[in-house]
């Protein structure tokens, strides 16, 4: 089992940044992919960005490319989402995510990919 804390999230103006902390625990070890999505509200839940753990390798949905980087901390356990340049449409709940099994590309874009979640923290972006 793996479990998922996240934190980190808050209201800002456009333009501001955040980053958001997802912290792991259990069989990390084996955690595979690392990935964050996000709920607008009235909207599924989308895709952001995912992280290979033992490659480090890096995905990104068009929508903050360039804007938004994954990343690593291996000795805590915890993967960033560091988020610049926030937009009013960037508001949603973010979720983290952990997947024990490899993915290919589609499943990595897809919520049923993962099998463990977080609870979620909320990010809020005005104009």
């Known amino acids: 089992q793996v479990q998922l804390l996240e934190s980190g999230g808050g209201a800002v103006q456009a333009g501001e940044s955040l980053k958001l902390s997802c912290a792991a625990s259990g069989r990390t070890y084996e955690s595979f992919l690392m990935g964050w999505f996000r709920r607008a509200s009235g909207k599924e839940r989308e895709f952001v960005a995912a992280l290979r753990w033992d490659s480090g390798n890096t995905y990104y949905s068009d929508s903050v490319k360039g804007r938004f980087t994954i990343a690593k901390d291996n000795a805590e356990k915890t993967v960033f989402l560091q988020m610049n340049g926030l937009k009013p449409d960037d508001t949603a709940i973010y979720y983290c995510?952990?997947?024990?099994?490899?993915?290919?590309?589609?499943?990595?874009?897809?919520?049923?990919?993962?099998?463990?979640w977080g609870q979620g923290t909320q990010v809020t972006v005005s104009a």
């Open positions: 995510a952990a997947s024990l099994v490899r993915l290919n590309a589609a499943l990595r874009m897809s919520t049923r990919g993962y099998r463990y």
